[in-house]
């Protein structure tokens, strides 16, 4: 069993372990147009499904001692979205991913969190690269992969859609 989350701080950004109680916000947050539209299947999912998303990330922080957290303004205490660390089975790696409620898009949060998720990784999990797959016409987390300093390899097909793998070593 692994230890428990860490929660990182930012200039900005607190994040920290997803919480059961935040399935309703994360739902709502998935309702919102556009949030979802380059992730597989585009359609929010219910309720029930974003609760099994949140305890199946607790789950994944036992197993690989690393996960997604809740992202929160500083000073705040609902989260605004989530960012982190999923291991990939189908691809043996690990990739940083992150998802933004729409009034915080274009802020530098993800960029923020995104950053802070990979010296995470690489700092306290001992990893040595980190994969992130991006839909090619999401130009908005393009620039947040290439601001982190991840570079563009190549396209692949994976859960049903083209995608873009891009990568990052220690």
């Known amino acids: 069993m692994k230890a428990k989350p860490p929660i990182l701080l930012t200039s900005r950004l607190k994040l920290r372990p997803m919480r059961v109680s935040d399935a309703e916000v994360l739902n709502r947050i998935n309702q919102a147009e556009g949030v979802l539209r380059y992730f597989p299947g585009s359609n929010p999912p219910p309720l029930e499904r974003v609760q099994r998303f949140i305890t199946g990330q607790q789950q994944h922080w036992q197993e ?27 691809l043996g790696e690990t990739e940083v991913g992150f998802l933004l409620d729409r009034p915080y898009w274009g802020k530098g949060y993800a960029t923020e969190a995104a950053l802070a998720s990979l010296k995470f990784g690489f700092d306290h999990c001992s990893l040595h690269s980190i994969i992130a797959l991006v839909h090619p016409h999401n130009l908005a987390s393009r620039r947040v992969l290439e601001k982190c300093g991840m570079v563009y390899q190549h396209r692949l097909s994976l859960w049903g859609m083209a995608l873009m793998r891009y990568t990052i070593s220690h």
């Open 64 to 90: 690989h001692g690393y996960g997604n957290w809740g992202i929160v303004l500083a000073g705040r205490r609902k989260i605004i979205g989530w960012a982190g660390l999923q291991y990939l089975p189908e």
